[in-house]
């Protein structure tokens, strides 16, 4: 069946360090969306991507979507604590009805 | 605009008991989503609603899940005679639109945790 796979899964860092989380799917993706889920809380939406090729920033962050649509990645750039927790990539079923989430990449920061 | 409401936060049943879990999707959405969370693992797809109709339920056990949508009131996913295994955080999403055609944001609430002793 249609896998989405993340790596790594867990990184730590020093504060001020940079930070990349790889995304890949088993199938070509119409879209691709990444969420953030703090310790103990519920996936907040980051982003969506749907252009082939597509890089797109918020602040310290920057997504990337594949030229071929299978694969993204999720780069931060000088981490802050702030930034701790865990990071989803997500992308649609084949039959458009549901997310399939990748397990997370858990990032922890230390000060 | 409140935000996908779930209840109860944390559930606690007996082996056997039945649990009931509630979510009430962001106004005017109308696609419901659960999710099953794991420790340290992804969220696995159960099902997807619209308004009275389940439109996939390829990742929920066919034995002792259900789920509804009610024309009236919160989604509601119900799981019979609970066993450890069922421990878990279950997540409810809402959407506007369906994902297919180019996809749209899910709104997550904040989840049921769910013990069973």
């Known amino acids: 069946g249609q896998q989405v796979m993340q790596i790594p899964q867990y990184q730590h860092v020093q504060e001020g360090e940079d930070f990349t989380t790889y995304c890949n799917s088993s199938?070509?993706?119409?879209?691709i969306q990444w969420y953030k889920q703090r310790p103990g809380g519920h996936p907040v939406f980051l982003i969506q991507?749907?252009?082939?090729?597509e890089v797109k920033k918020q602040k310290r962050l920057t997504f990337q979507f594949g030229e071929a649509k299978k694969n993204s990645s999720l780069h931060i750039t000088a981490t802050q604590t702030t930034d701790v927790g865990t990071y989803f990539c997500a992308g649609p079923n084949q039959a458009g009805t549901a997310l399939i989430f990748g397990k997370g990449t858990t990032l922890s920061v230390s000060s | 605009n409140a935000g996908v409401m779930q209840n109860p936060r944390h559930l606690v049943r007996r082996r056997g008991q039945e649990a009931r879990l509630r979510c009430s999707p962001m106004?005017?959405?109308?696609?419901v989503y659960w999710y099953r969370q794991l420790p340290e693992e992804g969220l696995k797809f159960m099902v997807y609603?619209?308004?009275?109709?389940?439109?996939?339920e390829s990742g929920m056990p066919k034995e002792r899940f259900s789920a509804e949508f009610p024309k009236e009131g919160p989604s509601i996913l119900r799981i019979q005679q609970v066993v450890r295994g069922d421990s878990a955080a279950y997540f409810c999403?809402?959407?506007?639109?369906?994902?297919?055609?180019?996809?749209?944001?899910?709104?997550f609430g904040q989840g049921t945790r769910l013990t069973v002793v």
């Open positions: 609603l619209q308004k009275e109709n389940i439109i996939d």
């Open positions: 991507l749907v252009k082939s090729g």
């Open positions: 199938t070509t993706l119409s879209n």
């Open positions: 106004k005017g959405h109308s696609h």
């Open positions: 999403a809402s959407s506007p639109v369906g994902q297919g055609a180019g996809g749209t944001e899910a709104f």
